[in-house]
C-alpha cells in the first residue's frame, strides 16, 4: 500500500517543476540507489526513470481495492503528458487543436455532470413526491400525477392544493368514512392503505440495496470523503450503484421512512462525474486528475440537494475535499450552477425554486430574541449529542446481530412497518418532511388556513390595521402538541432508520426536528410580546401595527441548529439556509 503525501495547492510553474526535479535527483541519491555516488550510475537511473514515466503515462495505473493511490506518480505522469502534447504541437494543425481539446475537457466533463445531476435530482424530487402522495391517495384523471399538480390540472375555478375533486383519498375511494377529523382525515381504511404501501416501497427499495448494489445503502459522503483523499473502492461510484441509488431513493422517500434525500444526492453526483470521466483518456487513466471532477460533482450535488451553488463550493472545499487547486474551485462552481440550472428548468416543484422549502420573510428579527435564538443553538447541541450516541449504539448492536443477510432486508420491512403504523396517526409526521419543513418556515398570511396560523383575525377592513393580533387559538395549542409528539416520533424512528440498507440522508430528519422544535419556541416566543404588548420593554421593540415575532424564521434557526449539532458542518450549514 502506498502512502499519500501532502499536496500543494494550486498548478507548478515552470520553476516549482524544476526544483521537483532536483528535489527527486536529491532522493535518489539520498536512497543509497548507488553507495558509490557514481554519478553514471544515477543519471542512468534517471533516464530509465523517465522512460518509465513515459511508458506508465501511456497506459495508466490499475490500482488494487482497498488501496491508496500514489499522488505523486500520477501528478508525474501528468507533466509527462503535457510535455509530448508540447512536442507534438510543433508537428501540425491537428495536434495543436488535441492540446486545445484536452484543455478543455475539464469544463466539458463538469458541464455534463451538472447537466445529469440536475436531470437526475428532479427525476428524484417527482417520483418521490408521486410516491409520497401515493400512500394516501390518487389522482383519477391523471394517476401518474402527484396531488399538488393533478390539483393544478383541475377544472375548478378555486380549489385547495390539499384537495380538490380529481383528487381522491383511498377512504373516499374505499367507501369508508372519517373517524376524527383534523386538517388530515383519519380511517381505518387509508391506515391500513398507507401502511401497505409504506412496507411494501421500503422493502422494494431494501430488497435492490441488499442484492443487486451493496455501496447504495446510506448516505454515501463518508465514503466520498475517503475516496476524494486518494482510496480505491471499486464500484462505489458504479453505473449500478448509480441506478440503485436513484432508485432506492425515489422509493424509501416515497415509502416515509425517516430519511431524506438531499445527502444521497452528492453521491449521485459523484456517480455521474465517475462515469463520464471514462469518455475521457485523461481522466480514465489518472486517478489523481479524477478526484478533481469528483470535487465539482459534490459542489454539484450539494447545489441540486438544497439550491445552493455557493454552498456546494464551500461544501466541497471545506468538507470532503482532499486535492483541490484553484481550477477545481472555478470548474466546481460551474458545475454547481449547471446543476442548478437544469434542475430549474424541470420546476419539480411547480413554483420556480430549487427547494420546496423556500421562505422569504417580510421583517426583520429584534434584540432581545438573541436570547431564544441562543437556546435553540443549546437543544440543537443536545440533540446531536443524544442522536450519535444512540444511533451509534444501535449501529454496533446491528452489526453483530443483523449483518447476514437477509436479516438485513428483514430489518428494513419491520422499521417500514413501525414508520407507517407511528406516522399516519400525526398529521404532520404523516406530511412528506419537506413539505413540513416548508409549512414550518413559513410566515403565516391570509391565505393559510392550517392550526399554526389559527389566530384571532382582525376584523378591520382598514389596509393601515395589521392582519391579525398574534393571539393563537386552541387549534393552535393542538398542533404544538402535535409537534412535540412529532420530534419525539422523527428523533425514534431516524436512529434506527439511518444505517439501514436503503439510501439514507440525514440532512432532512435532522432539519425536521429542529424546525418543530424552533416553531415551538416561536410560537411561546410570539405569544409572550402578545401578552405584554403594552409593556415598555416590548414596546421599545415591537412597533404598534406590525407583528413582533415571526416563528417561521425560529423554525429556520432550529432546523440549522439541529443539523450543526448532528453534523458538525456549522460554515456551510448557514450557508445553505441562508439561500433557503
Known amino acids: ?53 513515459a511508458e506508465f503515462s501511456e497506459q495508466g495505473t490499475v490500482y488494487d481495492d482497498f488501496h491508496t493511490i500514489d499522488w505523486v506518480r500520477d501528478r508525474n505522469r501528468d507533466r509527462e503528458r503535457h510535455r509530448k502534447m508540447k512536442q507534438r504541437q510543433l508537428l501540425g494543425w491537428r495536434a495543436w487543436f488535441d492540446k486545445k481539446l484536452d484543455a478543455g475537457s475539464g469544463w466539458l466533463v463538469v458541464l455534463l455532470v451538472g447537466v445529469c445531476s440536475g436531470v437526475l435530482a428532479g427525476i428524484i424530487d417527482i417520483g418521490a413526491a408521486w410516491m409520497s402522495d401515493l400512500k394516501e391517495g390518487i389522482c383519477v384523471a391523471w394517476p401518474y400525477y402527484d396531488r399538488e399538480a393533478c390539483c393544478w ?5 378555486t380549489f385547495s392544493v390539499d384537495h380538490c375533486a380529481d383528487w381522491m383519498t383511498w377512504a373516499e375511494l374505499g367507501g369508508s368514512k372519517d373517524t376524527i377529523s383534523y386538517q388530515y382525515s383519519f380511517s381505518w381504511f387509508g391506515y391500513a392503505i398507507y401502511i401497505v404501501f409504506a412496507v411494501f416501497f421500503g422493502g422494494l427499495a431494501g430488497f435492490f440495496v441488499v442484492t443487486v448494489a451493496p455501496y447504495a445503502a446510506g448516505s454515501g459522503i463518508p465514503e466520498v470523503k475517503t475516496i476524494l483523499s486518494g482510496f480505491i473502492i471499486k464500484g462505489y461510484l458504479g453505473a449500478w450503484t448509480l441506478i440503485v441509488k436513484c432508485l432506492g431513493m425515489v422509493l424509501s422517500v416515497g415509502a416515509g421512512l425517516s430519511l431524506g434525500k438531499e445527502g444521497p444526492l452528492v453521491h449521485v453526483a459523484c456517480c455521474c462525474g465517475n462515469l463520464l470521466c471514462h469518455l475521457f483518456p485523461k481522466y480514465r487513466k489518472n486517478e489523481a486528475k479524477r478526484r478533481e471532477i469528483l470535487s465539482a460533482a459534490s459542489a454539484a450535488g450539494v447545489s441540486v440537494a438544497f439550491g445552493a451553488p455557493i454552498g456546494g463550493v464551500l461544501f466541497s472545499l471545506e468538507e470532503v475535499s482532499y486535492y483541490f487547486p484553484y481550477k477545481t ?117 391570509p391565505e393559510d388556513n392550517n392550526d399554526l396560523c389559527a389566530y384571532n383575525h382582525s376584523t378591520a377592513v382598514s389596509m393601515d390595521e395589521q392582519y391579525h393580533d398574534t393571539k393563537a387559538l386552541a387549534p393552535v395549542g393542538r398542533a404544538v402538541w ?67 415575532v415571526n416563528p417561521g424564521l425560529y423554525a429556520m434557526i432550529g432546523a440549522a441548529a439541529a443539523l450543526g449539532g448532528v453534523t458538525k458542518m456549522t460554515g456551510v450549514v448557514t450557508s445553505q439556509l441562508c439561500k433557503i
Not at 494 to 508: E, H, R, S, W, Y
Open 482 to 548: 402535535q409537534l412535540v409528539l412529532a420530534i419525539v416520533a422523527k428523533t425514534f424512528l431516524t436512529i434506527f432508520t439511518f444505517g439501514m440498507k436503503v439510501p439514507a440522508g440525514l440532512f432532512i430528519p435532522t432539519m425536521f426536528v429542529g424546525a418543530c422544535m424552533g416553531r415551538i419556541l416561536g410560537i411561546g416566543v410570539e405569544q409572550l410580546a402578545y401578552m405584554g404588548r403594552n409593556s415598555d420593554f416590548f414596546e421599545l421593540f415591537c412597533s404598534p401595527k406590525v407583528d413582533c
Open 329 to 445: 474551485m472555478w470548474r466546481s462552481f460551474f458545475a454547481a450552477l449547471t446543476a442548478a440550472f437544469t434542475l430549474g428548468l424541470l420546476n419539480p416543484y411547480f413554483s420556480g425554486q430549487l427547494v420546496l422549502f423556500y421562505a422569504n420573510y417580510s421583517q426583520n428579527w429584534h434584540l432581545f430574541e438573541f436570547f431564544p435564538f441562543m437556546l435553540l443553538g443549546v437543544f440543537g447541541g443536545l440533540y446531536g449529542a443524544l442522536f450519535v450516541k444512540c444511533n451509534l449504539w444501535w449501529s454496533k448492536f446491528r452489526k453483530r446481530k443483523f449483518a447476514k443477510f437477509p436479516l438485513p432486508f428483514f430489518e428494513v420491512l419491520v422499521v417500514s412497518l413501525l414508520t407507517g403504523i407511528i406516522s399516519y396517526p400525526n398529521e404532520y409526521t404523516r406530511m412528506n418532511a419537506s413539505d413540513l419543513i416548508h409549512v414550518l418556515f413559513t410566515q403565516c398570511g
Open 1 to 53: 500500500m502506498t502512502m499519500t503525501t501532502p499536496l500543494l495547492i494550486g498548478e507548478f510553474s515552470d520553476e516549482e517543476e524544476d526544483v521537483a526535479e532536483g528535489v527527486r535527483l536529491e532522493n535518489v541519491l539520498d536512497s543509497g540507489y548507488a553507495e558509490t555516488r557514481d554519478a553514471n550510475n544515477v543519471a542512468n537511473h534517471v533516464d530509465r526513470q523517465v522512460e518509465y514515466n
Open 153 to 157: 390540472l383541475t377544472n375548478e375555478t
